[in-house]
């Protein structure tokens, strides 16, 4: 019976084993996943970045070699205090900052690796290495870093920096220490740049020793490296405009009308890309974006939203002949300004007068666009069907809308329709003499200079243009289909000689004739937009800023170009030096107008920018302002807010 009692216990235990097996192995379906394993450990080989080069195959971006110390936190042994003093010296960190570290890896995960102390130097990883071995635990992980070959073009290279875990979240490819684009085309492409990281398996004993590659090696997977990209931006052209924003904020944009490809991306002031490698990345990036005077993070021409000033009028004569409310040869009176009955809405310069739509441009009339404008609006039984006309013609040339580029930041801009000024006065309860200022490109209207660059391209092109984008070759594939089919305007293209010649007249009669480049053809506009600031709640204005636009030569256009000078006085003054010079040097590639050229070198405006906070006065129009503002540098309690707008309420 005993015997009997225990075959039947081996049965029923052989039994129970068989059924578990079979469940494990046939019944239970699951994925075994290695990367839960945690007898196996994972080592990660990170692939080689893309290379990053301008038109000309110039190398902007490399990389260097980086290593970082990674941690297991459950295979740390204890260290003494000898040695954790070595160890925290080798490392560069204090004891402190050990144990946060430490807390941090076990807080991530306690078995899976993470960065302890990421990107260190060569030099540093010589003197560590030979002593690695006395901390378990610990290892050195190899990877690369970008080198900028360049100190330009920090706003369109970008820069790399560790992964959030919101990322890790949404993304699983990325792990804890990863680098990802944070900025410009680092972040745009990092899908193309990254490549794809190999790894190895590594079993272990049960005394958590490594004894080699898991099945030996054979799921272990090489890096795929990343792809080089070519961008559209000249390097060269790229430094000069940077050159001429020095000592100035603003931003300027150049593209090619007949593709699209931008040519130069300028903000000022700007910063070194090389400051955002290495250890030292997190602490250079918080200076920089803590520069609240300065913001030297901030892209300038692609997320200023600036009053367009005069250079938009020419959209308004374009929908004035597209809507047949204006003819090339109507005249219209200017008496320093438009009057509406007695009452006077916009001031002008002296010029003569009556004008036609070509002096009407060449001279900048107020009086003559603003008389365009209301017939445009007043076409039309209600104000605000002639508005929702208007602003779908200005939005056809890019205005007011995000351009769909593959750039990392932006903005739309405002072209504002009927139902915004329905909001703000109420149901047809509203005109045209409302909103006058918007003929000038003041009131509502804003536009970012890489909208007002692709504007002076469609104009360029006699009604359409191409996609702004900085991509110009990916290595083994193709861009986008949309940056090579054209966007056309709704104006007709028979318009556009008039207004065409207007532009060219501004540089050859105009407010830009001082400012011809000998043997190029350029049309443009000048443009003075004011500037207001909220100081304690109180709006206030300073120095006007300078705006330019134009394309080059007059046929067949080779450069579209717009410069926005914050408090540069008026248009002709900085930003039309600035754009008549980046012309001629993507053109000729030498200036010859060096007069100008040293202008703009020996001229600052850091004096300029300082007024809000020194007490200094300013000039609006050429004269003293009667308010000044009191020493803001020492009182704590005062907030300086910037409006960049002009909205003329009548």
């Not at 990916?474 to 207007?502: L, N």
Request: net charge positive; proline share 5%.
């Amino acid at each position: 019976m005993r015997k009997l009692l225990l075959l039947t216990t081996v049965i029923l235990v052989g039994l129970v084993f068989i059924a578990r097996l079979f469940y494990l192995q046939v019944y239970n379906n699951s994925a075994y996943d290695i990367f839960e394993d945690t007898a196996i450990r994972k080592e990660f080989n990170y692939p080689k970045r893309g290379y990053v080069y301008d038109r000309n195959g110039k190398l902007l971006v490399a990389n260097q070699p980086s290593y970082d110390v990674m941690v297991i936190p459950r295979e740390v042994s204890p260290l003494d205090s000898l040695e954790l003093n070595e160890f925290c010296q080798l490392l560069k960190i204090t004891q402190e900052e050990y144990y946060k570290k430490l807390a941090r890896a076990k807080n991530y995960s306690p078995r899976l690796p993470s960065p302890f102390v990421p990107q260190l130097s060569k030099k540093d990883y010589a003197v560590l290495q030979e002593k690695m071995r006395k901390f378990e635990g610990f290892y050195i992980q190899k990877r690369s870093l970008r080198s900028y070959q360049t100190n330009i073009g920090a706003n369109v290279l970008g820069d790399l920096g560790e992964v959030n875990r919101r990322t890790i979240k949404d993304q699983p490819y990325y792990k804890l220490g990863d680098l990802i684009g944070k900025q410009g085309v680092e972040k745009t492409y990092e899908d193309v740049l990254r490549g794809v990281k190999g790894i190895k398996f590594i079993q272990k004993d049960r005394f958590n020793k490594n004894i080699g590659p898991y099945k030996e090696g054979t799921l272990d997977t090489l890096p795929q490296p990343g792809k080089d990209i070519t961008l559209t931006i000249d390097s060269e052209l790229q430094a000069y405009g940077e050159l001429l924003m020095k000592h100035k904020r603003g931003g300027i944009v150049a593209i090619d009308p007949q593709s699209g490809e931008i040519l130069a991306m300028v903000t000022g002031p700007s910063y070194n890309p090389n400051l955002l490698v290495g250890r030292e990345r997190n602490k250079n990036f918080s200076s920089l974006f803590r520069d609240t005077i300065n913001m030297p993070t901030y892209d300038r021409g692609l997320q200023a939203q600036y009053p367009p000033g005069s250079p938009f009028k020419v959209i308004n004569a374009l929908i004035g002949l597209q809507e047949e409310v204006v003819e090339i040869d109507d005249k219209f009176t200017c008496r320093m300004g438009y009057y509406y009955g007695s009452r006077k809405l916009t001031g002008c310069h002296h010029h003569r007068s009556p004008v036609a739509m070509n002096d009407g441009i060449a001279q900048s009339c107020n009086a003559y666009f603003v008389n365009v404008y209301r017939r445009i609006i007043d076409k039309y039984d209600d104000a605000g069907e002639g508005m929702n006309v208007w602003a779908n013609h200005a939005k056809s040339f890019g205005l007011g809308n995000f351009l769909n580029n593959d750039l990392s930041v932006g903005q739309p801009g405002r072209i504002p329709d009927g139902d915004y000024y329905d909001r703000a006065y109420g149901d047809n309860r509203w005109g045209s003499t409302y909103i006058v200022s918007n003929a000038i490109g003041q009131g509502e209207v804003e536009a970012t200079p890489i909208q007002l660059a692709n504007m002076a391209a469609a104009i360029g092109n006699r009604g359409y243009y191409f996609t702004p984008h900085i991509i110009k070759n990916i290595e083994g594939d193709t861009i986008p289909k949309k940056y090579k089919t054209p966007k056309y305007t709704t104006i007709d293209k028979r318009h556009f000689e008039p207004v065409v010649q207007g532009m060219f007249d501004v540089y050859n009669e105009g407010t830009a004739k001082s400012l011809r480049v000998p043997g190029i053809e350029i049309c443009g506009k000048t443009g003075t937009a004011e500037n207001f600031i909220r100081i304690d709640s109180v709006k206030t204005q300073l120095t006007d800023h300078s705006i330019f636009v134009a394309f080059a030569p007059k046929d067949n256009p080779k450069i579209a170009i717009a410069v926005f000078v914050e408090n540069g006085y008026w248009g002709s003054r900085f930003a039309g030096r600035m754009a008549s010079l980046m012309i001629e040097k993507h053109i000729n590639g030498e200036i010859t107008r060096t007069d100008l050229e040293n202008w703009i070198l020996t001229h600052s405006l850091e004096n300029e920018y300082k007024k809000p906070y020194s007490g200094e006065p300013f000039k609006i129009n050429g004269q003293t302002s009667l308010q000044l503002i009191d020493n803001y540098a020492t009182e704590e309690n005062h907030t300086i807010e910037n409006q960049n707008t002009s909205a003329l309420k009548l």
